[in-house]
């Protein structure tokens, strides 16, 4: 952990913004200019993650798009790697839907900026394979409404490359969200294609129209048998008066088949 008033290369922390099972989240300011930036450190100690550490950052600094997270630098922290980003203030997605469900106006304009931002990423050749609302970052708008912003591109498949992280996280935590993972990426995480990202997609849609998730379960293995099966409730039945091209969108996505979903993000725009 870092404390406030230390110093890593050119940046003075201010606060911990928040902390998780892969890596601790810092806010920090230039020394010179005195911008602020966010700091996550990865609590992962491979040597080989660390040198794909810089390849990732190098893909996603190219990544340059108002609904993703920009990414600044990559620093080493105490032997860790450590990603600077774009300090976004708002709240996650995840938090703003614990608040109650959205309009469906509202719902939509935030799920089209977050499927602008996978479209993009995925022009570029890069799966998330971890989408989740809660790697959507809202940024306040100055007239009021958010900006969705969609963070950790690639670092899913960062922490695939470390073996020992695998061996230590077979339930599949380290490897997608369970609520939001496609049936193919439970059954093989390595071998997913951007179609899984489409899956995830549909997940986050159902949640933002219906107010609950689609493969809320018990247990972990409740909600992989749930989407193995694609066993959700009806959207229309959780959200009456929902638009039909909305319910084709989300049909269309959670399809338990890649063959049958949805096959990118230009076509997803469509059905909507």
């Known amino acids: ?20 099972g892969m890596a601790d989240v810092y806010r920090v300011r230039h020394r010179t200019l005195g ?27 190219g990544l340059r798009h108002p609904n993703i997270v920009e990414v600044r630098d990559v620093l080493e922290v105490a ?12 709240p996650s997605l995840e938090a703003l839907l614990l608040k109650g469900r959205m309009p469906l106006e509202q719902a ?7 499927l602008a931002a996978v479209e993009h990423a995925h022009a570029q050749g890069l799966v998330h394979r971890d989408l989740k609302p809660g790697n959507v970052l809202m940024s306040p708008r100055p007239g009021g409404g958010w900006t969705p912003k969609v963070a950790d591109f690639g670092l899913a498949r960062l922490v ?15 490897m997608g969200t369970p609520r939001y993972m496609s049936p193919e990426q439970i059954r093989d995480a390595k071998n997913v294609d951007q179609r899984t990202d489409i899956f995830a997609l549909g997940a986050i849609l159902y949640e933002l129209v219906c107010g609950e998730a689609a493969f ?7 909600i ?13 039945s959780l959200a009456p008066g929902v638009p039909e ?10 399809k338990v088949r890649k063959s049958q979903r949805i096959p990118d993000c230009p076509t997803f725009r469509a059905v909507l």
């Open 1 to 20: 952990m870092l404390d406030t008033g230390s110093t890593v290369d050119r940046y003075v922390v201010e606060t911990m913004l928040g902390e998780g």
């Open 35 to 61: 911008t602020a930036s966010a700091l996550k450190v990865l609590r992962l100690n491979s040597r080989h993650v660390q040198e794909r550490l810089v390849q990732e950052g190098q893909v996603q600094a």
């Open 79 to 90: 032997g860790h790697p450590a990603l600077l980003l774009e300090l976004v203030e708002g």
């Open 108 to 114: 939509e304009n935030v799920f089209l900026g977050v």
């Open 160 to 174: 695939e490359a470390d073996d020992t992280t695998m061996r230590k996280t077979r339930s599949g935590m380290a």
């Open 216 to 222: 809320e379960r018990s247990d972990i293995a409740a």
């Open 224 to 236: 992989f048998n749930a989407t193995l099966s694609g066993s959700y409730k009806s959207p229309a």
């Open 245 to 254: 091209r909305v319910l084709r969108a989300i049909d269309g996505a959670l």
